[in-house]
């Protein structure tokens, strides 16, 4: 018979693309949608680097090495230590996007069977992958209430069982915007040294930092071989159509099994290597209007969510997304209401529902992710919309 | 503990590239090395469409459809027409270079244990993506003496087991070169009507016949269902590092489940869409001159190869690869010997031992084969030297 795989048929669709159409029918009918539901920033990418991509010289489009253009990874090398990563090039591989860091971390290092503990909400994609690698996810439950800080560590002992292989987190975080603190990094390095874990780091936000600063997981001490950090430069340089990004580890072994499932897919592409490479060369400054635009959108967004009645949002320390609880019975269904069934001097928002975040069924519920991926002007407006829905919308909770 | 996942163990390196040290070490001697180990076509990328990507207007470098930008997919359906295979739009995913569309259709449709049914010898990374999918593959040999022709239905029959899920094709076939009769593709499409096999067409060569035409497996009447084909621009316009290809499918329920696999990893690479979608605006006659090319290279390594003694190959119907039986040992050992110990002129060639494109342990060991991806005077050259190396070689068995 001809038949879906089982890993076919549990592959999660996409939480964030699924109110799409009723995006697309609201637009129809003339009513303009603010998209907060997607982390695709409106920042340009930066010129210069795009035109190393229009003026590089060659005459015949190749096949790169499976691990990425040498020179790349050498000046990747000074990038990483100037944000006190001290790697070699050969402990660098270059993927398509972070998403195949992510991929390839689970297949050589995962069986099928095996556990990985993930903070929840998490980035919803992380379970396409597991699917995919035939990994169970393990959700350990962090809370609106602290701001989404890192569980204690009593919580991951609870969940820890023989087949536990890995930790996975996002810092600064998606979907929360939650900076993990050097103490939390410490408690994930104990745990992972007492338990003999690996630790795959999605570090996607690393320079959108608005109180402190992101560790990369690779500055833990005495716990080089455990570390599996996964990089990207979408987010980093408003990039994210280049399908270039980065695993990086010490551990030669997990390099060395990476580098073959590197090796089937022949090569990262070329085009967005050009671009990565001479992003390096952007001068020191650039991350510092990038972050202050997004700063203030942020403080914009927080500021106008928590003068809402009935909700609350904490101030997210880094990356560019916000989580709010909502007085709503029902984000799903407030989401597609949104679009489908409001509007505001002609306009509405975009949201995702954080149900599709969470790892345990039925949380999320009342929560609501928003990117603040829109300048400050457009933001205000879809604060008005959103502000104007809670005081019409059916399914209200107070 | 910290181990390597059982996948990560099973995978293959690359057969291809394991050489490279050794090339690598002849060319700090000294030694050119001519490559006909790789296909990596010297054929420049039209100017045209690198033009495309050069004067592309936009400020940023955004995400695309997961599918791929729906303007190239509905030029694509237009492409296809031309070559007899009716499409829709929303039954072509643009995929990162053929790699991804084959490791996707395995995905959707096998669960780890099935069996797919592959004619050997076969391209090597085949194997990789069905480690990574926990496929079983089950070669079925075609032979050199008959210039590695399908193998009768009798012994299809004979491996089928109530494991077997799909069979898997290239043609023209990479690395045999060898192109499937109407007669022989209709022999495919009754196994997987009798016994509702998918069949993974992989069809990057497309272009690249000389002695007939290639009939898409999408062309097969009765078994639309069953078909998914995997694509790539990789060869067709030589633009390899542009990483794009394309899994086109009829079954709606296969495409829905391949679109989840796509969307987690958010999209295919934007740039070398653009180069895509221009190259389905080159003239028709674009491929002329190309496969001219191709086809006088072939006439010349196939007439050298047989000139020599003790040597025998097939002349190839399609693509731009070989396999020669030469009367040597052992091929691995042969094709090491050639970059390590031997010059002829202070030149030598790098071929691939044919061991890695067999599923079956021990065959292929008097094999190698040859990417005619040098122009004909450095074609020449290469087979001055294998003529020399057949000569002088320890191991020679005439």
């Not at 500055?219 to 950090?229: R, Y």
């Amino acid at each position: 018979m001809l038949t879906i795989s089982s890993r076919g048929q549990e592959m999660p669709p996409s939480p964030i693309r699924k109110l799409v159409p009723y995006a697309e029918a609201a637009k129809k009918k003339g009513t303009k949608v603010y998209h907060l539901n997607i982390g695709q920033p409106d920042i340009e990418t930066p010129e210069s680097i795009l035109n190393a991509v229009r003026t590089a010289d060659f005459k015949v489009l190749e096949y790169s090495h499976s691990a990425g253009n040498e020179s790349y990874r050498k000046k990747l090398v000074g990038y990483y230590a100037k944000n006190d990563v001290n790697v070699t090039a050969d402990q660098i591989i270059i993927t398509t996007g972070g998403s195949e860091a992510i991929l390839f971390g689970f297949m050589a290092c995962l069986n099928p069977g095996d556990e990985v503990i993930i903070p929840e909400p998490f980035y919803a994609n992380y379970n396409g992958f597991a699917v995919a690698a035939g990994v169970k996810v393990v959700p350990i439950t962090s809370s609106i209430e602290t701001g989404f800080a890192l569980p204690p560590i009593s919580e991951f002992e609870k969940k820890i069982t023989e087949k536990t292989k890995a930790i996975v987190i996002c810092n600064p975080n998606n979907p929360t915007g939650y900076l993990y603190s050097q103490d939390e990094m410490n408690t994930l390095r104990d745990i992972i040294k007492k338990h003999n874990l690996y630790l795959f780091s999605d570090e996607a936000y690393r320079e959108f930092c608005y109180d402190g600063q992101a560790k990369s997981a690779l500055t833990l001490e005495g716990v080089d071989d455990h570390i599996l950090m996964m990089d990207t430069i979408s987010k980093r340089y408003s990039a994210c159509g280049g399908r270039i990004g980065a695993l990086v580890t010490k551990n030669k072994e997990v390099y060395n099994a990476v580098m073959k499932f590197a090796q089937a897919r022949l090569s990262p592409p070329s085009f967005a290597q050009i671009l990565g490479e001479a992003a390096i060369d952007l001068p020191d400054n650039y991350f510092d209007a990038t972050k202050a635009e997004y700063q203030k959108r942020r403080d914009v967004l927080v500021k106008r969510l928590n003068a809402m009645e009935g909700v609350y949002c904490p101030n997210p320390g880094g990356a560019f997304y916000a989580i709010a609880k909502l007085p709503i019975d029902d984000a799903d269904k407030f989401c597609q209401w949104l679009l489908e069934s409001f509007e505001h001097n002609q306009q509405t928002v975009m949201l995702a529902p954080a149900t599709g975040f969470y790892g345990t069924q039925g949380l999320g519920k009342n929560e609501v992710r928003l990117a603040y991926v829109l300048a400050v002007e457009a933001l205000e407006s879809a604060m008005d919309c959103l502000e104007a829905a809670l005081k019409v919308y059916p399914g209200k909770t107070n």
